[in-house]
């Protein structure tokens, strides 16, 4: 079990790596953060009643939580806002900074990948599956599903995705023919997926004949 002391140090490093990504993403600079609550003029003319008491604590009422947060930091004086809030702020922002990068350079593509693999293991997973309820049409459809078929699509489809990763570091001009060759493999996939199907219906199929020509000459 985690002592006191390491828990209430956790507990403050992460309240103020919290406040300081608060901070990075509501001022865009340090000197934002230390100059005072910015009061710009209305740029519409409105009449003297638009400036009563109710109206003027409405628009308060519908500034967003951004503005309302801003508001509360400006009430801080300037002086402790340039000693603890800039030093944090400058943590936060290199934190966002970072966030930013990981998410557009790896997040987005392992999503992209992730979401490609889905895509191709549903697709070989339907055409499998019909082919097999061509062939066996008596065949339930809990049985096509089986483990050992669904491992066999997952790996299939895994195949698929390593070649496609693999292969543009071989051919140049692979963006060209991506999807002809993506569907070649698919096809061959696919292929050694229903081979213990397509010999199994064969072989009833042979046996069937043998049978039948066997009747005709008794």
């Not at 406040?19 to 003029?41: I, M, R």
């Not at 459809?141 to 693999?166: C, E, H, P, Q, T």
């Not at 069937?208 to 066997?214: G, M």
Request: hydrophobic share 50%; proline share 4%.
């Amino acid at each position: 079990m985690m002592d006191k002391k390491k828990k209430v140090t956790l507990g403050i490093l992460a309240g103020l790596t919290t406040f300081s990504v608060t901070l990075g993403a509501l001022f865009e600079s340090a000197e934002e953060l230390k100059q005072n609550y910015p009061k710009t003029p209305k740029a519409v003319i409105e009449s003297i009643n638009d400036y009563s008491e109710d109206n003027l604590e409405n628009s308060e009422v519908h500034d967003s939580f951004k503005e309302r947060l801003k508001k509360l930091i400006y009430r801080i004086p300037v002086k402790i806002r340039t000693i603890f809030f800039v030093p944090l702020w400058a943590i936060g922002h290199i934190l966002i900074s970072l966030l930013e990068i990981l998410f557009q350079n790896i997040f987005i593509p392992i999503v992209s990948q992730i979401g490609g693999f889905l895509v191709e293991t549903a697709i070989i997973l339907l055409i499998a599956a019909i082919c097999i309820k061509i062939m066996f049409p008596d065949m339930p459809w809990s049985k096509i599903f089986s483990r050992k078929f669904i491992l066999s699509v997952l790996i299939g489809s895994l195949a698929i995705r390593i070649v496609d990763l693999v292969l543009p570091h071989f051919i140049d001009n692979y963006k060209t023919y991506r999807m002809i060759i993506k569907f070649v493999i698919g096809l061959i996939a696919t292929g050694i997926i229903l081979k213990p199907f397509i010999k199994k219906k064969l072989e009833n199929r042979i046996s069937y004949e043998i049978v039948y020509d066997t009747k005709m000459f008794e």
